[in-house]
């Protein structure tokens, strides 16, 4: 069954720095988007992304955060400066539309 | 604004039944649920789209009452295998594409 896969798994970072968080959504989705999730805490939307450009986003997705789709199965998510409250598992969901989704693995984000 | 679900946590022994409720103050057009276990990704088990829709999948069954803006998950004869975080997921109308998981209730199914 196809599914989306994220690199890496886990990423270590100091406060401050750009992180890159990449996804390769199921090849025949359309609609791509990102979710956050604190350490026992609920499934929060960031930002959702179609036709090459963002579709919806939160209040979470401020300025340090953009979205790219830079070829043709790539699905990047950038945090320019990263902030100790930005750990969080990461995220990846992709969709024929917005009937299913389907999730990567994550990616444990922690900022030290 | 996030869909609230209840309750937060239950615990069940095999074979007894749960409901896990979720209901929004926004107007709801369609009801998701997913399941998370623990340290994994949610995965989807089922969409409702019509207000008053039912459906079932295998023991795990929904309803989605749209004027009451709420939906019910009903879990019938437990598994151990059911124990997972449980979310319910609404996008909000003519918001398409903002798709929002409600607060989880945490399921833990004993033996």
């Known amino acids: 069954e196809p599914e989306v896969t994220q690199t890496p798994s886990h990423q270590v970072t100091q406060m401050g720095q750009e992180v890159i968080l990449r996804c390769v959504p199921i090849s025949n989705h359309l609609y791509f988007y990102w979710y956050r999730q604190i350490l026992g805490q609920k499934v929060e939307f960031l930002v959702s992304?179609?036709?090459?450009?963002?579709?919806?986003k939160s209040e979470i997705f401020d300025d340090q955060f953009s979205v790219e789709r830079p070829d043709g199965s790539n699905f990047t998510l950038k945090i320019r400066s990263t902030k100790l409250e930005d750990s969080a598992m990461y995220f990846c969901?992709?969709?024929?539309?917005?009937?299913?989704?389907?999730f990567g693995s994550g990616t444990q984000l922690s900022v030290l | 604004q996030q869909p609230v679900q209840s309750p937060q946590a239950v615990i069940l022994r095999e074979g007894e039944d749960a409901v896990i409720n979720c209901s929004s103050s926004k107007a709801l057009y369609s009801v998701h649920w997913y399941r998370q276990k623990h340290g994994e990704a949610p995965v989807f088990l089922m969409i409702?789209?019509?207000?008053?829709e039912q459906k079932g999948h295998e023991k795990i069954s929904a309803s989605f009452n749209e004027k009451k803006q709420q939906s019910s998950l009903y879990l019938t004869a437990s598994q151990l295998s059911y124990s997972g975080t449980y979310f319910c997921?609404?996008?909000?109308?003519?918001?398409?594409?903002?798709?929002?998981f409600g607060t989880g209730t945490s399921l833990t199914v004993i033996p």
């Open positions: 992304f179609y036709n090459n450009e963002i579709s919806e």
């Open positions: 409702l789209l019509k207000g008053g």
């Open positions: 969901a992709s969709g024929t539309g917005i009937e299913k989704l389907f």
């Open positions: 997921g609404t996008e909000r109308v003519g918001r398409g594409n903002q798709f929002y």
